[in-house]
């Protein structure tokens, strides 16, 4: 099986229905920012009940459950299990809109994120099985795009349908193409062999679990970039879920106008610097391995001053001229730093190495980013007013600078290999 050639073809159309795949999962999971306020206003809840459903509750199950199934995807078939969850989450995203309170719909979030558990994983394994350590990084950046794509579509479907039907419908709306998605995946994705693009003859045994996290933690580049994603998500994520409400409620935005805006900068000029992230990353390789991570720091120092300068603009035309800036820089560490990781680890160990690194990403980011700005909200919201909105996204600036830190330590590491 292994010295059977995959075609340039085969390759590139089993990553763009992955590319599909990560897409659909980021509808499902974003479509809930842009309708925020609605959903507030339905079921009549805080700030920190919102950061709970966007982020902690669902976090909680997709990043758990995430090691399990990427322990499965190690021992059995990888595109088996992406179809599954495929279907899983989509049939819960249009749940969501028969929702009668909000722990109706919180439960169905938490569905969600117990399908999305286990697409990610294989995903970053089948990819690594395809494209030789040279070329990863710029093949994980165009899986990254699923990201930006995602966002784009759920900004869209959920800030329009909502203004002409109601938000319930955005999430039928959204659910129910992921469905085909599943059929599809089934039917036209061929498995490749473990190992095909580092030429391994065979298959070796997947480790237990304990021996990966001792491999792991043992190597300090591994435990930077763990703490970097971390850290840089956390930003990431608060920001997705906060500044739709942040446009709408300070600067009177509607959901349809917050939804084109964000679609088209987070989606059109995320997905350029995503793409180009993972590009340039290959590129300066060639300059110490290590450049691949230092990359990404540049980018968060660049980053910064655009995003303190629309969190803190009076201004609806200057807060979004300047959010242009986060947009377009904010997905760069991901195809690169899930390319190094798929690099430091041996191939019987990349779907669980990708699901520790996705806990914790997931936990840190996803868990405690929206939640923690929608607490701050809360706490300052009786000195503040709508304001108080702006503080808790004034302390995304410092997380992610601090996974800065850590991204550059991760840099000097691999230089040392």
Known sequence: MQ???????????????????????????????????????AFQI??????????????????????????????????????????????????????????????????????????????????????????????????????????????????????????????????VPGLF?????????????????????????????????????KSAAS?????????????????????????????????????????LAIGVGGGLGTFLGGYVADRVAKFGEGWRAKLVSLTILIYLPFAYLCYSSQDPFWAAIWYVGPAALGGVYLGVNFAILQSLVPVEMRSVAAAINLFSLNIIGLGLGPLSVGTISDLTLDFAGIDSLRYGLYFTLGVILWGALHQWHMGRHLDRL
Not at 184 to 212: I, K, N, Q
Request: aromatic letters at 12%; one cysteine or more; proline letters at 5%.
């Open 223 to 263: 435990r930077h970039l763990l703490i970097a994603n971390a850290l840089i998500s956390l930003a990431g994520y608060a920001s997705i879920a906060w500044v739709p409400v942040y446009f709408q409620r300070i600067h009177d935005y509607s959901t349809g106008e917050s939804g084109t805006f964000l679609a």
């Open 181 to 217: 998605i599943a059929v599809l995946v089934r039917l036209t994705m061929v498995e490749p062999p473990r190992g095909y693009a580092d030429g391994l003859s065979e298959r070796p045994p997947a480790p237990p679990f304990r021996a990966v996290l001792s491999f792991m933690f």
């Open 46 to 175: 805080s700030d920190t009940q919102l950061g709970l459903l966007t982020g902690v509750m669902f976090a909680i199950f997709y990043a758990t459950l995430g090691m399990p199934m990427a322990m499965w995807a190690d021992r059995h078939n990888r595109r088996n299990l992406i179809t599954f969850s495929i279907s899983l989450w989509s049939a819960m995203t249009v749940l969501c809109g028969a929702a009668v309170q909000f722990w109706h719909l919180l439960l169905a979030r938490i569905g969600v994120g117990v399908g999305e558990a286990g697409s990610n994983p294989p995903s970053h394994s089948i990819i690594s099985d395809l494209y030789a350590p040279h070329e990863r990084a710029t093949a994980m950046a165009i899986f990254g795009l699923g990201v930006n794509f995602g966002i784009m579509l759920g900004y869209l479907i959920g800030g329009w349908v909502n203004e002409w039907l109601d938000w319930r419908w955005a999430f039928v709306v959204a659910g």
């Open 3 to 41: 010295n059977n050639k995959i075609s340039d073809r085969q390759r590139s159309y089993t990553l763009a229905l992955l590319v599909l795949v990560f897409t659909s999962s980021h509808v499902d999971r974003q479509i809930v920012a842009i309708l925020q306020e609605p959903i507030k206003l």
